[in-house]
Every structure is written in C-alpha cells, then in structure tokens.
C-alpha cells in the first residue's frame, strides 16, 4: 500500500485552477443540479458517477446541445450492454460542429499543414459553405440517413468536410487512412457497404509522393455498393472514368440543412485493430459523441474559441474523429498530413510553434523518440503557447513525463490519456485542476466509474487490477455492424464480470485518485502468480540507448510451463553481444522484478505493429503456440507483415 505521497511534477496555479472551465461548471452545477460546491474535482467525479442522470443533464445545459425534440429522461434504461440514452430527443452532431460559424464567421477552424510545415486555414464560414454545398449533392446522389459513406482520406480539410456532410444529412461516416492497403480496407467497407467512396489519388508522407490510384481502382471493383467515387487530386491528376470531381460538389453556396435524427441514430463506424480476425465495425451515436467529447474536450482537455487544438493522427485511427470534434467547443482544429518525422525528428514540435497550438497531443512513441534523439524543443522552438502537452497510443513512462518538464517546460501540463476506439474517448487522463505525478494519468473521467478488480470482481485500491467501467458511457458502442444478436459486442466486453465492462487493461487506481496503465490485460506477464503489464517492461528496458523497440511475450506452454522472451530490435550499430544482455537483465531484475526477468533475449529485424501503431502482443504469443498464421492474425491489419516470418519460424524450431 502507498504509505507517503509523492511531490507532484507539476501542479497548476491558483488562478489557472480559478479559470479552468470544469471548475467554473462545478460551481454552476451545484447552484443548479445539486452537485458539490466543494471537495473540488474528487466531489464533483463521486456525484458525476453516483448521480448520473443528474450529471449528464448539467452538460446538455452547460454546453447549450440543441434538443430539437426534447427528451423523456436522460437515462431509459442503464443495462449494460444496450444503455438507452435520452430517449425521444433528436438532433444533428454536424448543426453543433458548425455553430462558431454564427459568431466568428472569418476566423478560422481547420488550420491545414503538410510536409511544407506552412499552416493554411480554413475559416468557419468557408466550412460551413462546403458543407452545405456537400451536403446538398449528397442529397442529391440520393443519400439517406443510415446510408454509408466512406473515406480513403488523409488528414485534410476535406476529410473533415465531407464527414459533417455526411453526419449534416444523418448518414454514417467511416473512413481509412491511404497508407491502408486494399486487403485493410475492404476488411472493414465491405462490412457495412458504402454507398458513397470519397478517395484521393495519393498522397505525401516523408518527402515522397505515394500514388494510390491502383488501390481506388481495386476499391471500386470491390465494393458493389458504391452509386458514387468522389475524386480528390492531391497529387494533381485527372478525375478517373465515372468519378465526381470534389471541387464541382463543393462550389455551391446552400445553406446546410441539418437531418434531425434520434440520439442514438449512428455517426460514424470505427475498427478495431483486427489483429486476430475480421476488426470490429464499432457503431457510435450522433448525441453520445456530441455529449461525450463536448465533456472530455470542454471540461477535461479546457479546450474553447480561444484555443488551438493540434493532434498527430490519421483518419484511420479514433483520435482523428476526437481531434475533429474540437470544432464542437469552437476550438480551430490543426490537421497536420504528413510524416511525424519529416524532414526531421522534431516535426511536430516545429508543427505545434506554425500553428500556434494550445494543446497539442501525439503519442508515448514518439516523446521517447524525441527524447533518444536529443531534441530540445523549447531551446529551438517557440512553444510559449503550448499550455498543454498530451499523450496517448501507450503508457507515457516516467522518463517522458520527466523529458517533457525538462525539455517543453516546468509550466506544463502534462496529460497522458488512456480510453479507445471503442468509445472514442478517454476513460482516464486530462484534468486541468489537479497536479500531475510521474508516470500517471491524473484521474478517472468525470462520468465514468472507473475501477480496478481482480478476477473475483473485487474492487482493488493501490494494486494491479482489471480496467473496468461500471456505470454506461454515452459514447459507448450502440452495437457492432453484422452482429445481429449482439454476441460478438457482448463478448467483446461483457463476457468476463456480466453487466461490467471490462477493457482489457490491467489499471492500478491510486489511493489519492491517479491512475497507472500498465498495458493490455489480455497479453499479461504471469510470473508465479506476479502479472506485470508489458509497459512496464517496454520502458525499462528501452531506455538503454541500443534498444530501439522491445517485444515481450508470456507463452503458457502444454506442460504447465511459462516461456517469457524478450524480442529487441536493436539502433544501428548496436550488437546483442553479452554486455548488452547482462545490462537488459540487470535493468529488469533491479527496477522490475527478478521474475520478470526474461527467459531468454532475442534479436528481431523489426517490431509488427497494427496499422495503428500498436505493438501485436497476442498474435505474436499465439504465433509462438503454434497457431497458424493465417488463424493468428488478420493479415491486412499488420504494418509489416514480413517480419511474423520470424516468429512463424521460431515457433517452428521450438516445436
């Protein structure tokens, strides 16, 4: 148990606690919906999960979310699976991303960047035009709400264009990044069938251009579906045979006409990583994301019309739909296309100085990669602006929270942020009034009764348990596409503590309220009843200069055994030579757990990831048991499919 409380890396200022908005929404909900006045965020979280109903009707009111038919109660029926949220109420997510358009109709909400690193902006009153326009020609294709409409897209303006016109006639977005091949992406289109493909004809990452028209061509012979192919020329070529050029569609001047659709009508489609099969076609809901992210980006990232909010991500992975919703809290929205290295690994810091952003968010991976690479971004960059350094993808370890407060600033608010694609928000993380520990992310959700248990269900203080969510979340899924019978949702997480939905992390919740990550429960290191998540491994051993990336698996063997290898892919020049071994085991016994220590330490040519840049834990273990490759994995989710040959191989040999 935590008997002393660690000083706080960082704890913000009286006056900037005073402004946060979460505290000025505490205030007003407890002048107006009985929550607490004092206690400060603690309070307010305990009556934010104990009185729900109450909780979530303060955010409708607060962020002003325009019912056009009103609704019965906030919460129908709180069963989890099939939580029924604000039943009878109808509206538009698109009517609510455009409203700064009413008030500040030339300043600007998406600012676009590329490899040039020149930001180009998009004011608010030339979006809301290309919506309207977009949207009427989509009408009149003969799109109708529920129909689906696709996108093979950078991260653009146009991408953000066409899925509020998408969301503006109650159709259902879902899009992939060009750096997906055909087999990925017809994985997941083919699925709920499109009726609608907007493509680009390529686009540039790393100073070179990519032509992707070979795979639009294999898209439209795929999907049967399609009654249209928008072309986007981001490469500068003709519109192909049939298509429909985007500029045409866009050019008009109609006013959006927003489809009013019940709350729990889709938006949009997301996937799964689908690393062991067909990904998951996750449905989320027009209201449950407007309330979900106007609470996560309003109250917890204190995002507002003042703020610049910059995220590298792509169109195929969920915090791309997150970074779009800043448009809801009247945020101007930096979209950054392009490598997060190029032409240098301090991109994206060159990127957050352009842009002017306010709060800024990129993954784990790449702190840890600006901090082995020796950037100094405060000393050759220009980050005053920057109150707001978030992480997510990963665990952020101790030494990137440490690299952060010394590199950016002592003045920063660090917030590492742990949810997924499978609510499309954070279960824990940013919380503007509260100080910040290394290695933590500083509290559970307002909303989400976030707990740890242990496989009995017991609720754990202090130790490594199960990340569960025990109330429903409005961004919740409201069902899986093809599962007719909600097996496939049930058993994605309810099948382990019925009625609770368990993630698959393993999470330890402080006594004083923080919470720990420590990597995926599913892929857990069992070492004589000892579980350790592999985070934990993946940033000790890292920090040694001549490990680029590590892979650590548990292999439960037939006979009752337990094989633990350490998979390391080594920098340039680096060689897994004795000295080196004995570092990596020294490292893991001293500041882990001599059990934890691997059985054996094993040079790879490289890491697989998913396409979303997750390092493929479980594949590589069944790999490992012998599974078959084509049962392991899904082959089209793997960025580097090449290098399973290994694994295959030494499976082969140990057999």
């Given at each position: ?7 706080p ?15 000025r ?22 009556w934010?999960v ?13 962020f ?9 109660r ?26 700064a ?16 690193h ?15 326009s ?10 109708r ?17 066409a899925l ?21 992406v017809l ?7 499109p009726?609608?493909?907007f ?25 049967p ?12 070529t ?14 008009g001047d109609?006013?959006?006409?927003f ?7 889709p938006?949009w489609?997301?996937?799964s ?11 989320q ?35 791309w ?10 945020t101007t ?12 690994t301090a ?40 109150r707001?350094?978030?992480t ?13 407060h ?6 920063l ?6 949810g997924?694609?499978?609510?499309c ?18 509290a ?25 969510v025990?109330?429903?979340m409005?961004s919740?899924p409201?069902?899986f ?17 019925p ?7 393993w999470?330890t ?16 290191l ?5 579980r350790m998540g ?6 000790a051993?890292?920090?040694l200069p001549?490990?680029k ?11 009752g ?9 080594l920098?340039?020049g ?16 001293t500041?882990?757990s ?8 094993i040079?790879?040519?490289?890491i ?9 834990e ?6 490992l048991q ?25 499976a082969?040999?140990?057999?």
């Amino acid at each position: 148990m935590t008997t002393a409380i660690p000083e706080p890396l960082w704890r913000p200022d009286p006056q900037r606690v005073a402004d946060a908005q979460v505290t000025r929404f505490q205030a007003w909900a407890a002048e107006h919906h009985g929550a607490p006045a004092d206690g400060g965020y603690p309070a307010l979280h305990r009556w934010s999960v104990t009185e729900l109903e109450a909780f979530w009707r303060a955010v409708t009111q607060w962020f002003d979310v325009r019912f056009s038919t009103p609704y019965a109660r906030v919460l129908g029926d709180r069963a989890m699976p099939g939580a029924e949220w604000f039943p009878g109420a109808t509206l538009n997510y698109a009517e609510h991303a455009l409203r700064a358009a009413d008030t500040r109709p030339d300043e600007p909400a998406l600012l676009h960047v590329d490899e040039t690193h020149e930001p180009r902006p998009v004011t608010w009153s030339e979006l809301r035009r290309q919506v309207g326009s977009l949207a009427a020609e989509l009408r009149g294709l003969g799109v109708r709400p529920g129909d689906r409409v696709s996108g093979y897209l950078p991260n653009i303006p146009q991408a953000v264009v066409a899925l509020l016109a998408t969301a503006a006639v109650g159709a259902v977005w879902t899009s992939c990044a060009p750096d997906f091949g055909a087999r990925s992406v017809l994985d997941r289109f083919q699925q709920v069938e499109p009726v609608v493909l907007f493509t680009v004809d390529g686009y540039r990452y790393g100073g070179k251009e990519h032509d992707r028209r070979d795979v639009v061509a294999e898209l439209r012979r795929e999907l049967p579906t399609l009654r249209a192919v928008v072309h986007i020329p981001l490469l500068g070529t003709d519109a192909p045979d049939g298509t429909l050029d985007w500029s045409a569609l866009t050019s008009g001047d109609t006013p959006p006409v927003f489809e009013q659709v019940a709350f729990a009508h889709p938006l949009w489609v997301l996937y799964s990583s689908g690393t062991t099969g067909l990904p998951k076609a996750i449905v989320q809901s027009q209201g449950g994301i407007l309330v979900e992210h106007l609470k996560q980006l309003g109250l917890h990232c204190d995002l507002g019309p003042e703020d610049r909010f910059f995220w590298y991500t792509s169109t195929g992975w969920m915090m791309w739909n997150f970074l779009v919703s800043g448009l809801l809290t009247g945020t101007t929205v930096v979209l950054y296309d392009g490598s997060p290295g190029h032409p240098d690994t301090a991109a994206q810091w060159r990127i957050a100085e352009r842009t002017g952003a306010t709060l800024y968010g990129t993954s784990a991976a790449y702190v840890m990669a600006c901090r082995k690479a020796d950037v100094h971004p405060a000393r050759d960059f220009d980050l005053s602006r920057v109150r707001c350094v978030a992480t997510t993808g990963s665990p952020l370890p101790p030494d990137g929270f440490r690299w952060l407060h010394d590199e950016v600033r002592a003045d920063l608010w660090i917030a590492s942020v742990s949810g997924g694609t499978d609510v499309c928000s954070c279960f824990a993380g940013a919380v503007p009034t509260l100080p910040v520990h290394t290695g933590e992310l500083q509290a559970p959700g307002l909303g989400t009764d976030l707990q740890s248990w242990d496989p009995q269900g017991r609720p754990l203080v202090d130790e490594v348990g199960e990340l569960v969510v025990t109330n429903p979340m409005p961004s919740m899924p409201v069902r899986f596409w093809n599962d007719p019978d909600g097996s496939r949702y049930h058993d994605s997480y309810f099948d382990t503590y019925p009625g609770v939905w368990r993630h698959g992390d393993w999470i330890t919740l402080t006594s004083r309220g923080s919470v720990i990550i420590h990597g995926r429960s599913d892929s857990t290191l069992n070492r004589q009843g000892v579980r350790m998540g592999s985070a934990d491994i993946y940033e000790a051993v890292e920090r040694l200069p001549e490990i680029k990336e590590s892979l650590v698996i548990g292999v439960e063997e037939p006979d009752g055994g337990y094989w633990m290898p350490l998979f390391v892919h080594l920098a340039p020049g680096a060689a897994l030579d004795q000295p080196l071994l004995d570092r990596i085991k020294r490292t893991i016994r001293t500041e882990l757990s001599p059990r934890h220590v691997p059985d054996e330490v094993i040079e790879v040519p490289g890491i697989p990831h998913t396409l979303t840049g997750k390092r493929i834990e479980v594949p590589v273990k069944r790999l490992l048991q012998g599974t078959p490759l084509e049962k392991a994995v899904n082959p089209g989710s793997i960025d580097r499919l090449d290098l399973l040959a290994f694994y295959v191989d030494l499976a082969r040999k140990r057999a």
